[in-house]
Each structure stands twice: as structure tokens, then as C-alpha cells.
């Protein structure tokens, strides 16, 4: 598929892995909707790629449908990436056997609102908007779409089962997405990342080492992934017109152990 000239939606695209992608989307000729919470990093990255920022809560239909809009505005809409995500670690119960002490329901619920439920939301807005567009080549492609999963997705850590729970939920949908939206020319794939060093690493002395500790389990190279090579991955995704129904992970060869 060709990005040159479309318009494509990423959310989480403030930062991390979404900014990365963002930013190699414009350079490849895509007007680029950065969707993201975080106005102030929002904006910044939006200037600097030509594009436009909207403030997005991925679970809103209202806020979804306002960012699908501002996409449409610009060009063609055929390129959605859902990178936006939250995390949490917490175990299943507590050390005092006490029901107060287990894990917070509303967490593991708000966990799943937004890597999950956020993602299928974005993805039945953007493709219904995607469905009216005339085919962009002969095969009847209309666009595609790329979902963030994560290795916990296989290999959840102990802590992680809210986390875990979401990114196996978005690898499960891909298959069945893909299917339905065949009929109108919408691929949907998924990328499974491992470490990627990006900004919830922090930075400073502690959490290099902090990063050097998590780096022994890669299998090669022996380091950390980039949001870049997360990026080009992406945008093979979107543009070769053969990848269909596929969660890809990224990850060094990494088999997470149990903490």
C-alpha cells in the first residue's frame, strides 16, 4: 500500500513507539493524526511532522470519532497504529490473606479499558471510515491496520496479569478482525514487542543499569530494541499488501522468565 499522500491515525503518538512511527509515517509522505492524552508532547511532535494533534481517549466513541474526522480532513484515511497503552504491576493477591489486600479490580479493569477495549474501539471507527473509500488498487485494498500487543502477550511476568490479559486479548482479536474486514479490503496485523528502550525507562545512572540487567535476557543482539526498528516494522506492515491476520514479535529473541 502506498503511504504517500494518505492520511493515517497513531495513537500514543506523543511518545515511545508511536512517536517513532509517526514521525517515519510523515517522512514517507502521510499526513499523520498524532492521538495521544498528553497534550503538551502531542502538539510538539504534530509540528514537527506537519501534522495534527488530537486529544484522544482511545475508549471515548465521541473522542474516537472527533480524531477519525481530523484524519479524514487531511487525505485519505488508510493507515491506523494503536500504540497507545498503559501498564501496571501488581500481584493477585496480597501477603496477608486479606480480601482488601487483592489485586484492584478497577485497575485491572482500567488496564483492559484502554490497551483493549481502546483498540477495538479506534480500529471499528477508523475501518468504517476506511470501508467508504475507493479501493487503492486493483486487489480492492482500502488501508490497514496495525495493533500493539507485547511479548507479555506470551510471556506474562509475574505482576502482569492485567497487562497480559489486554495484550493477549489484542493478539486474539487480530485473526477474527482481519476476517471481517476482509470483505471490505482492511488488513489488520499485530506486533508483539519485547524491551524497547523508550521513555518509561526514565533516565540517569539507575535506570541505565536497570536497563543493562533487562538486556541479559535478549538473545542477540545483546540489547535493548529501538522505537525505530519498532517503526519500520509498523510501516512494513502497512505497506506490504501480502502480510494479513499476523502477530510479529520484535524482540531479540527474548523469552520473558517469570520475574
Request: aromatic share 6%.
Amino acid at each position: 500500500m502506498e503511504l504517500n499522500g494518505i492520511s493515517a491515525i497513531v495513537t500514543g503518538g506523543a511518545s515511545g513507539l508511536g512517536e517513532a512511527t509517526a514521525r517515519l509515517l510523515a517522512e514517507r509522505g502521510a499526513k499523520v493524526v498524532v492521538a495521544d492524552m498528553n497534550a503538551e508532547k502531542g502538539e510538539a511532535v504534530a509540528s514537527d511532522i506537519g501534522g495534527v494533534f488530537r486529544s484522544t481517549d482511545v475508549a471515548d466513541t465521541d473522542q474516537g470519532i472527533a480524531t477519525v474526522e481530523a484524519a479524514k480532513e487531511m487525505g485519505p484515511l488508510r493507515a491506523l497504529v494503536n500504540a497507545a497503552g498503559i501498564g501496571w504491576a501488581t500481584r493477585t493477591i496480597g501477603k496477608d490473606g486479606e480480601y482488601s489486600s487483592a489485586h484492584d479490580l478497577d485497575i485491572f479493569k482500567k488496564v483492559l479499558e484502554v490497551n483493549l477495549v481502546g483498540s477495538f474501539n479506534m480500529i471499528r471507527l477508523a475501518a468504517t471510515a476506511m470501508s467508504g473509500l475507493d479501493p487503492a488498487d486493483e486487489f480492492g485494498e482500502r488501508g490497514a491496520i496495525v495493533n500493539v500487543a507485547s511479548v507479555a502477550a506470551f510471556d506474562g511476568q509475574i505482576g502482569q496479569a492485567s497487562y497480559s490479559a489486554s495484550k493477549g486479548g489484542v493478539v486474539g482479536m487480530t485473526l477474527p478482525i482481519a476476517r471481517d474486514l476482509s470483505a471490505v479490503g482492511i488488513r489488520v496485523n499485530c506486533i508483539a514487542p519485547g524491551l524497547i528502550d523508550t521513555p518509561i525507562y526514565g533516565s540517569g545512572e539507575a535506570s541505565e543499569q536497570f536497563k543493562d540487567r533487562l538486556k541479559a535476557g535478549v538473545l542477540f543482539p545483546k540489547r535493548l530494541g529501538t522505537s525505530e526498528e519498532f517503526a519500520t516494522l509498523a510501516l512494513e506492515l502497512l505497506t506490504n499488501s501480502y502480510l494479513n491476520a499476523e502477530t510479529v514479535r520484535i524482540d531479540g529473541g527474548i523469552r520473558m522468565q517469570p520475574k
